[in-house]
């Protein structure tokens, strides 16, 4: 059968792009279909900006900082105005290389309009059908707006708008304290704000190991921000232009007064309008399409990568899963993801990362033989740079291999590559040991771990031993 290509790729985010330029690039005939802005989420209203975001507060925050080490300033204006400038700018910067101009000339066809699935090889695009043998769907997702009584009545942000502010809000409430709420609400604080945080879950940093949440709440609380964990979102009301937040916590009620309000309350896939019922593909009780090990969905013929399938919202992961795909259409390997070794960073300050299994869930699956935290009080490094509070933590198999990573610290994001190859090469703790690190350095704490698990796992009978033979 001729088709009008050879595979047509919906969504021109982080997945579609890698999938389209690198079938593209190895001479199939691709067509892209996008409904709004080239580059998604990520570049537009995610990592992106986000970061360009929380270079401005951290440096406001260094600013404030800056007497401790002998400095002494003030910061006389925060010029909301000038500094979404700059985010936009940095978005333009990095906006060509997504652009349809360039994709056209890697050869992509690209289309402008909404995409509804009709089977495993048609669909429409503005009323016009077109075909392909394969088509991999990778929409992306987008933040929830649960149904607060209150709110849809009520001017609020989320991560899609919240870079289009020209004034600093006085007192932000964040819904949420998840990585989006958590990053944006100590830039804002940062910056000069209040800040309150208000979750359901009873600390922060839920999906990473529990030392982590105790910490972080204790470092930001001692920066001005206010934590409402624990609590039940009731209700949301705003007049004449102040809005209050009234929640149930420890059986008490309490309003909480803004005047600017974001939601962070987790992301859904962006599915309305595929038609995925109609054309058979089986989504999760989430929203969230199926796909098995080799991103396949439950169509022949359709895959899904990226946030829209999950299980992680990385751009990132988006790419790996781009990447699978890419192996199992175009070459027929039999490609399968691993999440063995996944890695994730909260770009707070301190920055929290993360790379394969927590010491919990390692223990939950029967895999867990030890672990070790060393604190970076004990790096030279961390102390010259001020970088405490922060540690290390590799939690090991019953092998003594490392299963897993979290690190928390100034360049933790930067640090976790180390362990997520250590990890994928299922190297043991100690290997890191004989690695010569340069001095001074904070990734000289892996060798510090390493060395305290060799000591750590030295029998009474072999340190005698040891003694006998010096």
Not at 137 to 160: C, D, F, H, Q
Not at 415 to 431: D, H, P
């Amino acid at each position: 059968m001729k088709y009008d290509h050879q595979i047509i790729v919906i969504g021109g985010g982080s997945a579609g792009l890698v999938v389209a330029a690198g079938a593209a690039g190895l001479g199939a005939d691709v067509a892209l279909v996008e409904r709004e802005k080239m580059g998604g989420e990520c570049l537009n209203s995610g990592c992106v900006p986000s970061k360009a975001f929380l270079r401005c507060a951290h440096q406001a925050a260094e600013i404030r900082d800056s007497a401790e080490f002998g400095i002494r300033t003030t910061i006389d204006e925060i010029d909301m105005e000038a500094l979404m400038q700059r985010v936009s700018c940095v978005i333009g910067e990095i906006e060509p290389h997504d652009s349809a101009e360039r994709f056209r000339s890697l050869g992509v066809c690209v289309i402008k309009g909404e995409a509804r699935i009709v089977d495993a090889h048609h669909l429409r695009v503005s009323e016009k059908e077109i075909s392909a043998k394969y088509i991999v769907i990778a929409t992306g997702s987008e933040a929830l707006v649960p149904p607060i009584k209150g709110l849809s009545g009520t001017p609020y942000y989320t991560n899609r708008n919240i870079f289009s502010l020209k004034k600093l809000p006085a007192d932000l409430v964040v819904l949420g304290g998840g990585s989006i709420g958590l990053e944006l609400g100590q830039g804002f604080s940062h910056l000069g704000s209040k800040v309150t945080v208000i979750d359901m879950m009873g600390r922060l940093f839920m999906r990473d190991d529990t030392e982590v949440g105790p910490l972080m709440e204790r470092v930001m609380r001692g920066e001005g921000m206010e934590f409402h964990l624990g609590a039940k979102i009731l209700e949301v009301t705003q007049n004449d232009g102040s809005g209050v937040v009234r929640i149930e916590k420890e059986k008490m009620i309490l309003d909480i007064p803004f005047d600017a309000l974001l939601v962070a309350l987790g992301r859904g896939a962006v599915t309305d309008g595929l038609g995925l019922n109609d054309a058979g593909i089986a989504v999760d009780k989430r929203g969230y399409i199926i796909t098995n090990d080799r991103q396949q969905t439950s169509v022949p013929g359709i895959y899904a990568c990226g946030d829209v399938c999950g299980p992680y919202q990385f751009t990132h992961m988006a790419g790996y899963q781009a990447g699978i795909v890419l192996r199992n259409i175009i070459f027929k390997f039999p490609a399968r993801v691993d999440y063995s070794a996944v890695p994730w960073v909260t770009f707070t300050r301190p920055e929290v990362a993360h790379a394969g299994y927590t010491e919990e869930t390692a223990k939950e699956k029967g895999l867990l033989g030890d672990s070790l935290l060393c604190d970076f009080a004990e790096n030279d490094r961390a102390r010259t740079e001020g970088d405490a509070p922060g540690f290390i933590k590799i939690v090991m198999d019953k092998k003594g291999r490392i299963i897993g990573t979290t690190i928390v610290g100034r360049k933790a994001g930067e640090m976790i590559a180390l362990s997520v190859m250590a990890i994928g090469r299922k190297l043991k703790a100690t290997c890191f040991m004989n690695m010569v690190m340069p001095y001074p350095t904070e990734s000289e704490i892996y060798g510090l771990a390493s060395r305290n698990i060799a000591k750590k796992s030295l029998k009474p009978w072999m340190k005698k031993v040891i003694r006998m033979i010096i």
